[in-house]
């Protein structure tokens, strides 16, 4: 019980004297504020950025891989034909299905420039031919009716799919059963896609394409059939995209350089394609988020380390200005570990002082942040925690010397120099 008493006495009189210097306390912690206030927005953002990455990674699938077509310039087109490459074709599809037995389903998407008609002004679709594993490898779901089935790309059905934002543009015309004239052609809807969320910033750097926005058809019903004027070629039909769903997460890498061989070989060496492997995409933005926080990081302990360093001045000039105090303290009996206690507290005090006003200002600046900027961010338990005990740290630090000097004073000079 004296011990407790003691902490509590000792805590009681750390508290009168930093109040008794209010702006010179308030002015020794903004270094420990600035710097919990650092770290923690720090923190914030890169969880924040952080789970957002994994979202956006999670909807392209972090088991597939992309192949393109890539944007080639004159040179680079001219030099396609010289090596007879056909660019990004159906016979690729065929060819990668084949390439590894790690291979869990492989679909394929085609852009057609095709005019539909019955909808608003502004609203302007995007027809694509698809296979029927394109739900599967995207991980979509029907809202209304179902997908495109293997009898619809065998059978050339002209049957389709519409996205979200097109079923609701139509109105009852977009509805499960309903015709819809794409093409010149009167196409039967089979099915209706959910709402899919897909911000710009997304689109923009990844391409991922916003199936809202999207009319699916059977790949295989742009090809020619008598009677029907949409054009195209069997095996040399160009392709937007293949997407490969490998089996797992451990396979991708290999998968991916085989696959990059694979097509190398085909395409006689000309890169008219290219490939986006999220997971790849996924180590970029983790290795980039790692020099984000430790460049930051390393500020903000900056902050703490200067902060830590004027709170060590005050507890200096605190030590000087009440050396009769504690030469007094010595004289009724206060052991050195007593008043190097006494001091620690009042740097503790000051730390967490500054801390707590740190996370409270760590917190309105990382939302500040997301307001203005759009950033996502997300304050855990740890992003709190961390800093302030950080700062606590950093207190015992740097006031374990001016504690230090004040409890191997001599009791009787600092007796001569009470007034």
Not at 9 to 36: D, E, F, M, N, P
Not at 57 to 63: D, E, K, L
Not at 70 to 83: P, V
Not at 114 to 135: C, E, H, Q, R, W
């Amino acid at each position: 019980m004296p011990d407790i008493r003691f902490l509590t006495g000792a805590v009681r009189i750390a508290v009168t004297s930093l109040l008794q210097h209010k702006l010179r306390t308030l002015l020794s912690v903004l270094g420990v504020v600035c710097g919990v206030m650092a770290v923690l927005a720090i923190l914030a953002i890169g969880e924040g950025a952080r789970r957002e990455t994994m979202a956006r990674i999670g909807r392209m699938g972090v088991t597939n891989i992309f192949i393109r077509p890539a944007a080639l310039t004159g040179a680079q087109a001219q030099h396609s034909r010289q090596r007879h490459s056909p660019g990004l074709c159906l016979s690729d599809l065929e060819r990668l299905q084949h390439a590894t037995p790690h291979v869990r389903a492989l679909a394929a998407s085609r852009d057609i420039p095709l005019d539909v008609t019955g909808f608003p002004s502004g609203m302007t679709p995007k027809i694509t031919g698809a296979t029927a594993a394109y739900a599967r490898v995207l991980r979509l779901r029907v809202m209304e009716g179902r997908f495109l089935a293997p009898r619809d790309i065998e059978r050339k059905n002209l049957v389709c799919v519409l996205g979200w934002l097109v079923a609701r543009a139509l109105g009852e015309r977009g509805q499960v059963g309903k015709s819809l004239d794409i093409g010149g052609e009167a196409w039967r809807i089979v099915g209706i896609l959910p709402h899919y969320t897909v911000d710009s910033a997304e689109i923009a750097r990844v391409s991922v394409k916003d199936v809202n926005e999207m009319i699916l058809l059977p790949l295989h019903a742009t090809l020619p059939v008598p009677g029907r004027r949409l054009a195209g070629q069997a095996d040399d039909l160009p392709l937007s995209e293949i997407i490969v769903e490998v089996d797992s997460m451990e396979h991708v890498a290999t998968v991916a350089a085989l696959l990059r061989r694979t097509m190398e070989v085909a395409h006689n060496g000309v890169d008219d394609y290219r490939f986006i492997v999220p997971l790849e995409l996924l180590a970029q933005s983790r290795k980039i988020q790692r020099i984000f926080n430790l460049v930051l990081g390393t500020i903000g302990a900056i902050s703490l380390v200067v902060g830590g360093i004027g709170i060590m001045n005050i507890m200096l000039a605190g030590v000087s200005e009440r050396v009769g105090e504690i030469g007094l303290r010595r004289a009724v009996g206060a052991s050195p570990a007593h008043i190097a206690v006494q001091f620690l507290i009042e740097a503790v005090l000051l730390t967490l002082g500054g801390g707590l006003l740190g996370i409270a200002g760590g917190i309105g600046c990382a939302a500040l942040v997301a307001s203005l900027a759009g950033w996502p961010v997300r304050i855990t338990v740890l992003s709190i925690l961390a800093p302030l005990a950080v700062a606590l740290c950093v207190g015992l630090f740097f006031g374990l010397y001016p504690a230090v000097r004040a409890s191997r004073m001599d009791p009787v000079q600092a007796l001569e120099r009470v007034p």
